[in-house]
């Protein structure tokens, strides 16, 4: 990524949203680098250390009691235009989203933000290419489910996407535009289908992972896999006949 004085000058916020997180919060939190200008952990209804273990890290800490991915993001996003519309913080150039459970690595960031920085694009996906995952990172299901999402999307809509990776980056205006509504699972494929409707430019950063701290609320259990599996495909189903 280039540095010259513009690029230094952009505001980058972080939202990450974490659900019972203590043990690898500080971690991420640790390892995100230090062109970023805050940093916005939204315990989603979390009933251990996180919160705490979050703000002694150095991140802004929001409580989110309704349970949900999309609800956490949405807390994190209702921040920053409040805190911008009372010219408390300085409105966002750059918005990333992250996994509180350091299974992404935090400190390739950088890479993920490059292509807006250097080559204005719009969005960028960090794609957890499957020579860069470690091994059981990514359970059986949660492969199926990104090749059956990415296919659907590149048949319905000429999509070049490979993965519905959690660590991303957009422009603030952009993310704004896509009038974001899903509360559960659906926030990753909905933000794609309407980068890809509303033909922004977008493009996919291989990146690490590895395996997560702690048990995932989503692929760690049927019930997760499956509800996160319908909310993908109504996401798609319902933009393919839009």
Known sequence: ????????????KVIIPAYNEEESIPLVIADIPKIVDEIIVVSNNSTDNTEANAKNAGATVLVENRKGYGYACLKGMSYIASAS??????????????????????????????????????????????????????????????????SLMKLFFRSTFTDLGPFRAIKYDKLLALDMEDKTYGWTVEMQLKVLKKKFSYREIPVNYRNRIGVSKVSGTVKGAIFAGVKILTWIFKYSFK
């Not at 960090?126 to 860069?132: F, H, I, M, S």
């Open 1 to 12: 990524m280039k540095k010259n004085h513009a690029e230094r000058s952009l505001s980058i």
């Open 85 to 150: 519309l009372n010219n408390q913080t300085k409105r966002p150039d750059i918005i990333v989203f992250l996994d509180g459970d350091y299974s992404d690595y935090p400190e390739e960031l950088t890479k993920i933000v490059a292509p807006i920085i250097d080559d204005n694009i719009d969005f960028v996906i960090g794609a957890r290419d499957k020579n860069l995952r470690e091994a059981g990172s990514m359970t059986g299901p949660q492969i199926f489910g990104n090749w059956l999402a990415t």
